[in-house]
């Protein structure tokens, strides 16, 4: 099966030791995400609720949004999956 | 071979084609694709000139035309004051290889006498055209161009790290009236980032340094401070004076309110966030704002909440003041803003509509992704639940 790139965000690096980039497996969007928790437990939580992909995080495989294409059911392979959370910085705050 | 003048145009006007005014007034109703070359000299076209022209004077036809119109197979439409002179031109540019140029007989004065529409030239001063030259230079900027700038108004939302950047490039670039939305005072710690403010000027209110560095940099801008944080009850009377709006904000409860502003009141939002070593950039025009700008797809893009849904829950939203940020992201972030601006106000280029451009400076990697209108979005889809605003900060504690 062939690997997938996932892209992690700064927020979410916590979970997976500093990486920006992790690898993960699966032919379908769930089933990378199933196999990152695997590697990186407790990131599945962060992205994904009883009823889908959490709805400020936007996970797109390749230019994609999954949202719009089947959600966890899409399609993977291998290439890129970038994880994309909702931020709200314009580094005003002093 | 032709020996006088009558010979002469009588020989290239068999040797061209020619349109009648009639025919180029209903192709401009029409919006029929159509580059208009006004042949005429500068002083000429003060009056007024055929609306959406380029003007290239006879005289530097052959030298200009390539760096004009690229494409040589464009349809072009030549004309002048009575038709002669666009005659000769479209023979020219014949020659140089250009397969699809007409000349409009008669020309503009018959044009002006049948009451067809007229553009006027921008009245520039002297002082504005030598401090704006290296735009007026740009064909897709010109003077027309750079009037509609000095023309325009823009909200920042923001004078910290995105606004920053952006409101000092938008008033560089000549954009006339700046307002900023802004109620705080400026900290020693915003320096690193926050470029339109200085050491001297620590506790001065942040609206008050940035008009003050404005005004030293381009007197042509006007600024209008509302030093005041932004809430449902005052965001319409925020907007309303404005073409569009930056949105530098720094928390969710202002982020969504100022989407849904957008959409209601019909103003685009050119978007930027910013955390760590990363940033977002998009720019959001709803349905309602699309007409007013021509770049735009008619049908308007998708909105914040169509990208987002829901804020993240407050203990998975640190802010730049919990986690830090690089103070040049803000200036790269703040920059990308200021020219998705700069392009809806001129009408030019190809806008960031339902693409989200993400920046990572540590790879130095730009990607772009696909955002799409949410069919179920509750302020800008076809059955829209939210239709007044709601209680931002409440919906943003729950996530």
Redesign the interface.
Known sequence: MSETTVRIPAPLRTLTGGSDEVKAQGGTLGAVIDDLEKRHPGIKDRLVDEKGIRRFINIYVGEEDARFTGGLSTEVKGGEVSIVPAMAGGAGGA | MPTTYSDLIADVRRGIREVSLDEIKRRLDAKVPMVLVDVREKEETRPGYIPGAINIPRGFLEMQIEQRISDKNAPIVLYCAGGTRSALAAKTLADLGYTNVESANPGFVRWKDLGYPQEKPPELTDAQRDRYSRHILLPDVGEVGQSKLLGSKVLL???????SPAALYLAAAGVGTLGIV?A?VV?A??LQ??VIHSTSRVGMAKVDSAAKFISDLNPDVKVIPHGERMTSENVERLFDAYDLVV??????PT?YLVNDASVFLGKPVVH???????G?ATTFVPASAAKKFSIAPPEGGPCYRC???????PH??????E?G?LGIL?GIVGTLQATEAIKLLLGKGNPLVGR?I?Y?S??MKF??????K?PECPVCGPNPTIKSYIDYEGFCAI?
């Open positions: 939302l923001g004078a910290g790290g995105l606004g802004d705080d900290d710690s915003n980032r926050q949105d530098g904000t720094d928390n969710f982020r930027g966030s910013i955390f760590r070593f990363e977002q990208l987002y849904p829901e804020p993240p829950p998975l939203a640190p802010s730049c003041q986690a940020v803000c989200l993400t990572d540590l790879r990607r772009e992704l696909k955002l799409r949410d996530g």
